[in-house]
């Protein structure tokens, strides 16, 4: 996806897969700083511990609780930080890594575009799971304006966690730690049951017939029908799943390195062909 947008951009640089220990990922922050990369996108479990490793965290990224996009800069000609993307390389003069968070954006873009649904606002949104994705999934549909969100975890304290940090930046969003007793507008599926092929929906065949909620969506995008989003389909409800939020996270991500527009069509291309062939 990201090596087919440089192409396209014609950017004379490559993105690379590599893995690091969690013991290693401070040093693989800084080697990647003194070699000059232009950035770094970070996975699982790398996510969080990167908060605590970067010389500069965005609002968003501190407000989320992870970094999955770094950005390494250098100092501008008239003051400030600028990528080095954007920095000749006789004016790098020194580098620090900033760390951002594409991912809550690259969901609320998904949910927009695979929904056509433009506007958030009043939404009500039941959230399956209490993690990092779930966390960052809150906290961007109570800033887009969501009237209610429904949170439900296995474990209930960490659900409890997540509500009182929704509430504290957001109080006039409506908290419950339950199910929805009627429909909902959104349902959103941030657990990992339907990684692998023999695990069960997270909700009950039933409760999704009953109440019917207009669109569930499952940041899992492989495979790319779950048995949550076929239970879901069978009981009338518009469903999608994650790979617009993986799309949209690396479009944002590759935005901030080369302060270009990203060309969305050609990374979906790229992206649908690499992940179902």
Known sequence: MQNAALGALHLPWR????????????AAIAGAGAMQFIGLNLTIPHKTPALEMVDAVHEQARLLGAVNTIVFETPGPKGGWIPLGRAADDRITGVRSHGYN?????LARSLKE?????DLRGAVVLVLGAGGAARAAALQLAAEGAASL???NRTGARAEQLAAEVTARFPAVKINLRLPPDSADLVINATSLGLKASDPSPLDQDWL???RPLRVYDMIYRPAET???RAAARAGCQTA???????????????LWSGLP????????????SIYG
């Not at 695979?114 to 433009?118: A, G, H, I, K």
């Not at 990203?262 to 062909?273: S, T």
């Open 15 to 26: 993105y690379l897969a590599a893995e690091v220990r969690p013991g290693d990922l401070r």
């Open 102 to 106: 594409t991912d809550a954006e690259g």
């Open 114 to 118: 695979d929904f056509r649904w433009p």
């Open 150 to 152: 429904f949170l439900v």
């Open 209 to 211: 017939k009953s109440r």
């Open 227 to 229: 048995a949550f989003l």
């Open 241 to 255: 799943n994650g790979a617009g939020m993986l799309l949209y996270q690396g479009a944002a991500a590759l935005e």
């Open 262 to 273: 990203a060309p969305v069509d050609i990374m979906r291309a790229a992206l649908l062909k």
